[in-house]
């Protein structure tokens, strides 16, 4: 209930202040778990499906946050919906830091194979948005845009490549897809049993997450938006270095040097 009383309701009061307030137009952050199938997700467009079943609340109530969006466009209120996924970089507390927390405590698995691709974004896309909905007979309006770094990577790479600047061992221990969708079902309704309301370890919903595909492609983006990634992931990773030094307490050779 909480998921869809802010993510729906919460997009819903939104939509509703700008008809009252005569706002023009309006960008809504989405994400790209909307068109979440179970399975890999390997260069999808805007062509699929949004969900409307999920093992988590989050995918589906940003669903219905990003319908609402889109029929609420018309003449008054232009709207249209960004999915970035996994925004990452320089002042983030979420994607990163949580991954090597993980990693440094020893709770994070590598799910499944370990080869599955994944985008990241290090997000510029709104403003581009905003100035799209603003051109005469706007193809953006009313439409929803995947919005990444176009560079699909190895995810669990891409994880034990931050291990190592910020002086973390890097994840190797394995689970299967099978043991982490259990153990996820079952942290679920141990936490909903003792009422917790911090985040389990493991959902099935993670389990899935972390062992499948999640790129998609961003060439509506460019075409109608004019989207262009301005820092590729080497530089994201280059610019996010030294902040992880720092939280995690690793010195690398040319800091003891300096």
């Not at 946050?65 to 970089?89: C, I």
């Not at 994607?95 to 974004?121: E, Y």
């Not at 034990?160 to 394995?174: D, Q, T, W």
Request: proline residues 7%; aromatic residues 6%.
């Amino acid at each position: 209930a909480p998921f869809f009383k802010i993510n729906e309701g919460g997009t819903r009061a939104v939509i509703g202040a700008c008809r009252q307030a005569d706002v023009p137009r309006l960008v809504y952050t989405s994400s790209p778990s909307v068109v979440y199938n179970g399975g890999d997700l390997s260069g999808v467009d805007e062509s699929a499906p949004l969900c409307t079943e999920a093992p988590c609340a989050y995918p589906t109530s940003k669903a219905a946050a990003e319908r609402a969006v889109t029929k609420a466009n018309s003449k008054f209120l232009r709207t249209v919906s960004l999915r970035p996924h996994l925004v990452w970089g320089p002042g983030d507390r979420n994607v990163v830091p949580r991954a090597l927390s993980l990693a440094k405590s020893g709770r994070l698995r590598i799910v499944g194979s370990g080869k599955n691709r994944v985008d990241l974004t290090h997000i510029e896309a709104h403003l581009l948005a905003e100035a799209a909905l603003g051109a005469p007979a706007s193809p953006a309006a009313g439409k929803a845009y995947f919005i990444t770094n176009g560079e699909p990577l190895v995810i669990w790479d891409f994880i034990n490549e931050l291990c190592e600047l910020a002086g973390i061992s890097p994840v190797r221990e394995r689970i299967s897809v099978a043991a982490a969708t259990v153990a996820g079902a079952a942290l679920e309704l141990a936490w909903t049993l003792l009422r917790r309301r911090d985040d389990p370890p493991m959902t099935r919903f993670m389990a899935k997450e972390l062992a499948t595909d999640h790129f998609f492609s961003i060439e509506a983006a460019q075409r109608d938006l004019g989207y262009r990634p301005r820092v590729s992931m080497a530089e994201g990773v280059r610019d996010l270095a030294p902040a992880l030094r720092a939280e995690f307490g690793h010195e690398s050779p040319s800091d003891e040097k300096r």
